[in-house]
T-cell receptor, first 114, second 112 residues
Framework: ETGVTQSPTHLIKTRGQQVTLRCSSQSGHNTVSWYQQALGQGPQFIFQ???????GRGNFPPRFSGLQFPNYSSELNVNALLLGDSALYLC?????????????FGPGTRLTVL | AQRVTQPEKLLSVFKGAPVELKCNYSYSGSPELFWYVQYSRQRLQLLLR??SRESIKGFTADLNKGETSFHLKKPFAQEEDSAMYYCALLNAGGTSYGKLTFGQGTILTVHP
């Protein structure tokens, strides 16, 4: 069984740029959630994707957007980067079977905005 | 709005001592709660989920709806338990469906 994988591991961008982060879900999982974890804080929910559609969203502006593909992998896109977007971005996959299931996390992508 | 509070940022105990990591929550619906653990240089991983009523690595957690708490306990701490622990609450409805709300985390250090 393959766990959740994320790429890249680290990324450095400058203010105003755009970034795309990628996530491959765990085998057998059809739902992907994204979280932002600032230094010293717990993860904050960005959004969740199921069947290639956004299924739920936290308090993040529209410049945070996502995609889910038919193979259940996912991308997180952030436009017009701000210094405050510097964080660890976590992807979690789970299975929707009519009720919520446990979310399993990837190792994260560390984004630094200069 | 749902909220999870872990009042202790740091917790230190000696090996063999009992340990309790506190978690309080605020949620209008029926709560579904988790404990996640992050060992040094490893990913966030599930420790236990309250509906499973399992004991993982000797840890247990009981949901107390009256006190809105979900404290994590272990009778005899081991050095390998040293890690960051997060309590999390699942939102099972509304526009933030599937959202896990995490506490700030507690760093547990078990001394030899």
């Amino acid at each position: 069984e393959t766990g959740v994988t994320q790429s890249p591991t680290h990324l450095i961008k400058t203010r105003g740029q755009q970034v795309t982060l990628r996530c491959s879900s765990q085998s057998g999982h059809n739902t992907v959630s994204w979280y932002q974890q600032a230094l010293g804080q717990g993860p904050q929910f960005i959004f969740q994707y199921y069947r290639e559609e956004e299924n739920g969203r936290g308090n993040f502006p529209p410049r945070f957007s996502g995609l889910q593909f038919p193979n259940y992998s996912s991308e997180l896109n952030v436009n017009a980067l701000l210094l405050g977007d510097s964080a660890l971005y976590l992807c979690a996959s789970s299975t929707w079977t009519g009720m919520t299931d446990t979310q399993y996390f990837g190792p994260g992508t560390r984004l630094t905005v200069l | 709005a749902q909220r999870v509070t872990q009042p202790e940022k740091l917790l230190s105990v000696f090996k063999g001592a009992p340990v309790e990591l506190k978690c309080n929550y605020s949620y209008s619906g029926s709560p579904e709660l988790f404990w996640y653990v992050q060992y040094s240089r490893q990913r966030l991983q599930l420790l236990l989920r309250h509906i499973s009523r399992e004991s993982i690595k000797g840890f247990t957690a009981d949901l107390n709806k009256g006190e809105t708490s979900f404290h994590l306990k272990k009778p005899f701490a081991q050095e390998e338990d040293s890690a960051m622990y997060y309590c999390a609450l699942l939102n099972a409805g509304g526009t933030s469906y599937g959202k896990l709300t995490f506490g700030q985390g507690t760093i547990l250090t078990v001394h030899p």
